[in-house]
């Protein structure tokens, strides 16, 4: 079954870095474009990157650009999203997913893990 695995989350002080971690299984991974999505307390589900699935096509949101970065490994079916200058407007739950689309003005996709927190405090 697909599965989606993400890691690396914590406790940040503001301007600090975390990388995390998707581990993907259960399907092609080279055949999806993935995406970190996240989501603040109180706050709707955001897209925040995506990647293309062969080639280095990706896609960041404006709060996000030039401070993460997308990267994935098709070798090992995993991605990554580095994040730099870490800001408290970036606390929130961070999942990784796979197709996911906006349908009235949600965002839906077929898969989604768990989700890993990022809290950035000082």
């Known amino acids: 079954q697909v599965q989606l695995v993400e890691s690396g989350g914590g406790l940040v002080q503001p301007g600090g870095s975390l990388r995390l971690s998707c581990a993907a299984s259960?399907?092609?991974?080279?055949?999806?474009?993935m995406f970190w999505l996240r989501q603040a307390p109180g706050k709707a589900l955001e897209s925040v990157s995506s990647?293309?699935?062969?080639?280095?096509?990706?896609w960041y949101a404006d709060s996000v650009k030039g401070r993460f970065t997308i990267a994935r490994d098709n070798a090992k079916s995993t991605v990554t999203l580095q994040m730099n200058g870490l800001m408290s407007e970036d606390t929130a739950v961070y999942f990784c997913a796979r197709t996911c689309v906006v349908v009235d003005g949600e965002i839906r996709c077929d898969y989604r893990g768990q989700g890993t927190q990022v809290t950035v405090s000082s």
């Open positions: 990647i293309n699935s062969r080639d280095p096509n990706t």
């Open positions: 259960g399907f092609t991974f080279t055949n999806y474009r």
